[in-house]
């Protein structure tokens, strides 16, 4: 994805500070990443629209305001991990899927699939929401608060079939 270079300085920004990698536990105050990057307001406003625009990052308003805070969305994940954290999202969405496959039970908590892979949440996060979101893992009730998105997720049918077209 090619990015204004405010936009991506932004994006690899929120990307690099993010400590749980999904949304709706963190939010980035505008005044903070305006200090931190020093960008100027009006190409702020501009970088932070192409952001939302592309669905990387959602801008509360209120009535005709200007946004206080930005909440990322998966898509900044999906898209940025890579270039800014190394991170393949295809290959850890496999590594993920045949790390449950490999589970007699079918089913894991979170935390311990973590701890078998050798990551944290802020790693694990994007690529379960990614296999969940194809249904090539279930998972009930999302967090509310920080740390795994998804608490516990189970194999399907289609972990078996993300692994047969992604091996």
Request: aromatic content about 8%; hydrophobic content about 35%.
């Amino acid at each position: 994805m090619r990015l204004h270079t405010d936009t991506d300085k932004i994006a690899r920004h929120l990307c690099e500070i993010s400590q749980d990698g999904c949304p709706g536990s963190e939010q980035f105050p505008v005044a903070g990443i305006r200090s931190f990057l020093g960008i100027k307001d009006g190409d702020l406003e501009m970088a932070l629209d192409e952001l939302e625009e592309r669905g990387l990052v959602t801008l509360p308003r209120e009535l005709g305001g200007q946004p206080q805070v930005v909440q990322v969305e998966w898509e900044l994940f999906f898209s940025m991990d890579e270039s800014v954290m190394g991170w393949s999202l295809e290959g850890d969405a496999l590594a993920v899927a045949e790390a449950m496959a490999g589970r007699s039970s079918g089913s894991a908590n979170s935390a311990d699939l973590a701890t078998d892979l050798g990551w944290g949440h802020r790693r694990l996060n994007p690529p379960t929401h990614y296999l969940v979101a194809r249904r090539a893992l279930d998972a009930r009730k999302p967090m509310t608060k920080r740390g795994f998105y998804y608490p516990n997720v189970s194999r399907t049918i289609g972990t078996d079939r993300f692994i047969r077209d992604n091996s």
